[in-house]
């Protein structure tokens, strides 16, 4: 693969290496240019540092250790990890400036699982269909692969990324205080509401949430309104593209929401709330529901300050009667910025952090959802995180975000448009026809 690759820089550009492979062509020596050609930097002792952008989320003591082992199997080649961007929007816009300017500074990147379709279109992604030997072997290794995250980062039939792991939304609940007034997890939207009430009434505890979920201005936040919509039998656009968000639908999940508040059970500044604030808030035994992803399950587990070790139940998201229990796709992709000049060698750390055994660790020691089928069955994974085997279907069935080059558009005005009616700045009537003007604005 290196080799191919080289081949045509190295013989087109003006460089000692070139008129060395001149010499040797010169002479016949095709052996020797072979074997020049297929050596990786570790075996000519040349120095490639990758560089690589992460989640600050990111366990990063794990991905050291990996690099380390990598670096140990392949001299002359080191990673460094750069973090930053506490929302997947700041890290967008940090790539944005990166990719815009043309910069080979990184050399790989964790992108959004709803981003692949816009990296591609904008240029920002290298293809990967090259780096395979041949397209068998692009589907065999494939194949490893949950279908959804490799179906998010095939665009057109290109492939431009590789699943890091995958992510899905559940409803987080404290265990012991639905056991102690007698609730099994609700199967219902009322009946989340009816138990929260009930336990904060038994609980006279003014600190005590019932219920959280993300409201501030953020990707999560588009989460937040698919998903009860989605339960409720509608979506945001229907089959022959119309879009169908001011609907009965949509108008039941925003009266939802406004119950929430009304009634008590959701904080009334739910509108400043992110995805990790949500994730402290419950951690520190104040949250009874609450919806997040699949990381904050090692955090309450894990973590020194947890005050909700084995209190903690999981279970799919609740839908409305007559509904189906509906949830995000989420998780993150591993893309090669092209500009980068160590593309051969980044492809090839993908595919280290993208193994079995790395995947494996970082379900174990960071619960996050694997992106490989067979570590679904792993004695370990399923050790450390029992709820994967349970809601298997629900992780596979996990829907995606709108899928259009726009979605930075379409994410920005549907969850800036929640996060003012959450704020109440925006009545039920305005935001739903806002979201429905929008939307076919930047659709039309």
């Known amino acids: 693969?290196?080799?191919?690759?080289?081949?045509?820089?190295?013989?087109?550009e003006e460089t000692p290496v070139r008129r060395v492979l001149m010499v040797l062509l010169a002479l016949g020596a095709s052996l020797a240019l072979t074997q020049i050609l297929a050596q990786t930097p570790a075996q000519t002792g040349a120095e490639a540092e990758i560089v690589m952008f992460l989640d600050p989320r990111e366990p990063l003591a794990l991905y050291e250790r990996y690099a380390e082992a990598y670096s140990a199997e392949h001299p002359g080649v080191s990673i460094r990890f750069e973090t930053g961007g506490a929302t997947s929007d700041q890290q967008q816009q940090y790539l944005n400036t990166v990719l815009t300017s043309q910069s080979g500074e990184l050399d790989i990147f964790q992108i959004d699982v709803i981003r692949p379709a816009t990296y591609a279109a904008s240029g920002w992604a290298e293809p990967l269909d090259g780096y395979f030997e041949s397209e068998d072997a692009r589907d065999a290794y494939l194949s490893e692969f949950l279908a959804g995250p490799v179906q998010a980062d095939t665009i057109d039939g290109v492939l431009y990324a590789i699943p890091a792991y995958t992510d899905a939304q559940f409803l987080y609940y404290r265990a012991d205080l639905l056991e102690k007034?007698?609730?099994?997890?609700?199967?219902?939207w009322e009946e989340l509401k009816?138990?929260?009430?009930?336990?904060?009434?038994?609980e006279g505890d003014p600190t005590l949430?019932?219920?959280?979920y993300q409201g501030a201005a953020i990707e999560g936040t588009v989460c937040t309104f698919l998903e009860p919509l989605w339960s409720a039998g509608g979506d945001w656009q229907?089959?022959?593209?119309?879009?169908?968000?001011d609907t009965p639908e949509a108008r039941r999940v925003l009266e939802w929401y406004q119950d929430t508040l009304d009634s008590g059970i959701t904080k009334p500044n739910i509108a400043e709330t992110a995805t990790d604030n949500s994730r402290q808030e419950f951690q520190a035994g104040d949250v009874v529901f609450m919806l997040n992803w699949g990381y904050a399950w090692a955090r309450f587990q894990n973590d020194e300050d947890s005050q909700v070790k084995g209190m903690v139940g999981v279970a799919p998201l609740p839908y409305f009667e007559g509904g189906e229990s509906a949830t995000c796709v989420g998780g993150w992709q591993w893309a090669i910025n092209p500009y980068s000049e160590n593309k051969d060698v980044a492809f090839e750390v993908i595919q280290h952090y993208s193994s079995p055994e790395f995947l494996r660790d970082l379900s174990v020691e960071a619960s996050r959802i694997p992106a490989?089928?067979?570590l679904y069955e792993d004695p370990a994974v399923l050790e450390a995180n029992p709820h994967f085997a349970?809601?298997?279907?629900?992780?596979?069935n996990a829907r995606p975000r709108p899928v259009t080059p726009f979605y930075s558009e379409v994410s920005e005005l549907i969850r800036s448009t929640m996060n003012a009616f959450f704020a109440g700045s925006l009545g039920i009537d305005e935001a739903l026809e806002q979201m429905q003007v929008g939307l076919e604005d930047i659709l039309q």
Do not use: W
Not at 1 to 12: K, Q
Not at 194 to 202: F, R
């Open 181 to 188: 007034y007698g609730f099994e997890p609700p199967e219902t």
């Open 372 to 374: 490989r089928s067979a």
């Open 390 to 396: 349970e809601f298997y279907d629900v992780i596979i």
């Open 194 to 202: 009816t138990q929260a009430q009930a336990i904060l009434e038994g």
């Open 238 to 245: 229907d089959a022959e593209g119309n879009i169908t968000v």
């Open 209 to 212: 949430q019932g219920f959280n």
């Open 1 to 12: 693969m290196l080799a191919r690759r080289l081949n045509f820089t190295l013989l087109r």
